[in-house]
């Protein structure tokens, strides 16, 4: 079973402590001790220097020991070599310290038997006596409501913006105090939480702790990966359910194990899939570069919930304007035109030759006359068509700094966010800070993530206001005893084509009828006014028919059938044993149609996946597919659809029918119940292709791959 989160009661202590003990503080100058002392200059709360050497750290009296102590220290910070960390956290459990932090390298990070031992032992004594523990191999913790900079690096601006706080936790330490950096130009953050080794203490303990933590109003994390994922997947549905946004970058993102799936399916949904689609099920919002990170997240610190998804762009140039259509057409972000109303103000204040539409060019008549400019905003954000006001800052100069200032002061009086994009190559030009730490204007210095971040900010307020109930299976329990029956009976690792579409036909995916023929009489009769048909070799041993040539399409009479017939079954016999090969099977042939791949998998760490995309023999060229975690609700299915690239097709393209994407949504829901009910049974499943065409969808193919034994 997995560990449980730490909650905000558990670490209340280890990350916003009263009292702060220093093992090896020192006078030292450049020693881990001297510099985190330092660092805790500003520390609202009880310090604590600890070393038998001195009598006296920076004018603080020095303890010899943790148990020589007035009181029992929330924290302890050990800034001991790894030979002495064992006793000391022994004495911090004697002494009912609250958490403990270990700077000292040379642990299980090496992977030597010893040091992995030792580290295990630490963490074991740590929990018994109550003591939460970061690391070790850990560069420290920051809580800048208290001042606390529990870190050695050169310290840094804590406390100076004015802007709602980002809380940030990073797996990896010196990418964490690399973000932690932003502060330096104007973002707020509340906490900066490393983990080191998360020998005990770890990501999802942070965010876990964030979600209930009220100063900080949004979640920035940097994430690897862990052994137990779905902790992390809870901490992320902690923060949803307490309304706050987790914004989630995660690094090793590698799809060496895709390869080695046996279906089209499985070669799509990679390691890295699967945590999307987990992110995407808890409420997190994923993206996809760590430049991106801290401005998404202090997006979200400020924005609250969006109230309508039309955005207005406000511009002094025609480029950027022009810059931000493109981008917002790239990322479907709606830009409407105004109200008539609005349009007749914008008349009013434009010259001829700006533009009063949206996006709206006021022209670089604003560097004589910032009027203009400032009713043009105020029209823009007040017009109910509009969630959001984009304005591109072209040029860093003194005007800029009240331009910021008005702006800020309009999205809080009317309570949507203004998203300023930074375009000056002088990146800490005059206005850059104050939009930093704004309280309600949101600084973007990509015009790409400034629209990327309002399309997810979208998503996830449509998330947010949906009632959150859990998918759950709605397969009757005799039905899903039945086919577990005959998933069971089944003989070798994969089922053929026929078998596995009967057992997903039981479960209501609509499959295409077919009969199996064992000569090419039988076959003849079955085909007889029924033209065209398609023939197809039927064996589990040949699960990729196109590959292996035994698949013909469009046959149209008993001439073609005859010659298709033996092409068909001496190609099979070039991949399988005769007595592999049930025969050939007789079917249909439907009318062409949008042809979509609807499957599943069982991942190791976070168990069935549902995988969509364009289907048929384009699945593996184009990749243009959509995860989600099974069982998914009809919703979630739509909103998948939704995702892919080619989604146009299915709305009717080029005078095709549209296809019933509701009904399909159905199909994807009954696969993923199939693949949820069976899990510990299947490995993997696809449908490839479900051919679409109005509203009617039929599965012509289906594969199931049974886990080894």
């Not at 992390?232 to 359910?241: D, P, V």
């Not at 048909?533 to 001439?559: M, N, Q, W, Y």
Request: glycine share 10%.
């Amino acid at each position: 079973m997995p560990r449980p989160l730490y909650r905000h009661a558990d670490l209340h202590r280890l990350v916003h402590p009263a009292s702060i003990a220093i093992v090896g503080a020192s006078n030292r100058p450049g020693a881990f001790g001297q510099r985190v002392f330092e660092n805790l200059a500003a520390y609202q709360g009880k310090l604590y220097p600890v070393n038998s050497r001195y009598s006296e750290v920076a004018g603080h009296t020095c303890f010899a020991s943790l148990s020589e102590l007035p009181d029992s220290p929330d924290l302890v910070i050990i800034a001991a070599p790894r030979d002495e960390v064992e006793a000391i956290v022994d004495e911090c459990c004697r002494v009912g310290a609250g958490g403990a932090i270990v700077y000292a390298s040379g642990f299980a990070e090496m992977g030597r038997p010893p040091f992995v031992e030792l580290q295990a032992r630490i963490v074991e004594k740590a929990r018994s006596g109550g003591v939460r523990l970061v690391g070790p191999n850990n560069i420290g913790i920051v809580n800048s409501s208290l001042g606390a900079l529990c870190t050695f690096l050169t310290p840094m601006r804590v406390g100076e913006s004015g802007a709602p706080p980002v809380g940030l936790v990073s797996q990896s330490g010196a990418l964490g105090f690399a973000l932690a950096q932003a502060v330096e130009h104007g973002v707020a953050l509340s906490h900066v939480l490393t983990c080191g080794n998360s020998a005990d203490v770890d990501v999802a303990d942070y965010v876990a702790y964030l979600a209930e933590e009220p100063s900080c109003k949004a979640i920035a994390c940097l994430f690897e990966g862990m052994p137990e994922p779905m902790r992390m997947i809870e901490a992320c549905t902690l923060a949803r359910s307490a309304g706050k946004a987790v914004i989630m970058f995660k690094i090793a993102t590698g799809e060496q194990g895709a390869a080695a799936a046996l279906s089209h399916t499985g070669s799509l949904a990679g390691a890295n899939d699967a945590y999307t689609a987990a992110f995407e099920k808890s409420g997190a919002v994923v993206v996809d570069d760590y430049e991106d990170l801290l401005e998404t997240a202090a997006f979200f610190a400020k924005a609250g919930r969006c109230t309508s998804p039309g955005v207005a762009v406000l511009s002094t140039s025609g480029g950027a304007a022009i810059m931000a259509a493109d981008k917002a057409e790239i990322h479907g972000v709606p830009l409407p035109q105004p109200a008539p109303e609005t349009t007749e103000v914008l008349l009013g204040l434009i010259p001829e030759f700006g533009s009063a539409r949206n996006p709206c060019d006021v022209t670089a008549q604003v560097v004589s006359d910032p009027v203009p400019f400032r009713k043009a905003a105020g029209a823009l954000v007040g017009d109910e068509a509009y969630g959001a006001l984009v304005v591109p800052i072209p040029y860093a100069y003194e005007p800029v700094v009240s331009r910021v200032e008005l702006l800020n002061d309009l999205a809080r009086d009317m309570g949507k966010p203004v998203c300023i994009v930074w375009l000056p190559m002088w990146h800490e030009g005059p206005g850059s800070r104050t939009a930093d730490a704004g309280d309600k204007v949101a600084m973007f210095r990509s015009m790409g993530n400034c629209f990327a971040t309002l399309a997810r900010w979208r998503r996830w307020s449509d998330a947010q206001t949906l009632l959150q109930v859990p998918a759950a299976s709605a397969t009757p329990r005799d039905l899903h005893a039945k086919t577990a029956g005959a998933l069971t009976s089944t003989k070798g690792s994969v089922l053929s084509e026929r078998p596995a579409k009967a057992l997903l036909a039981a479960y209501g995916i609509p499959m295409i009828a077919d009969v199996l023929t064992a000569s090419v009489e039988a076959a003849i009769a079955a085909a007889k006014g029924h033209y065209p048909v398609v023939l197809k070799a039927e064996s589990a041993r040949i699960p990729h028919k196109t590959e292996a040539g035994v698949v013909r399409l469009s046959i149209g009479d008993e001439a073609a059938l005859r010659i298709a017939y033996d092409e068909v079954m001496a190609n099979a016999l070039k991949v399988a044993r005769p007595e592999d090969i049930n025969g050939v099977l007789i079917q249909e042939m439907v009318p062409q149609g949008v042809e979509v791949i609807v499957g599943a998998r069982i991942d190791p760490m976070f168990g069935p996946l549902v995988i969509v995309g364009l289907g048929g023999i384009m699945v593996e060229l184009l990749r243009d597919s959509a995860v989600a975690l099974a069982p998914v609700s009809e919703i979630e299915a739509l909103g998948m659809l939704r995702r892919l690239k080619g989604f146009a097709l299915l709305e009717g393209f080029r005078g095709s029918a549209p296809v019933d994407v509701n009904a399909l949504a159905k199909i994807i829901c009954r696969v993923g119940d199939f693949a949820h009910d069976h899990r510990e049974l299947i490995a993997e499943l696809d449908v490839n292709p479900l051919i679409c065409s109005g509203d009617r969808i039929v599965g012509v193919d289906a594969l199931i791959a049974l886990k080894s034994t």
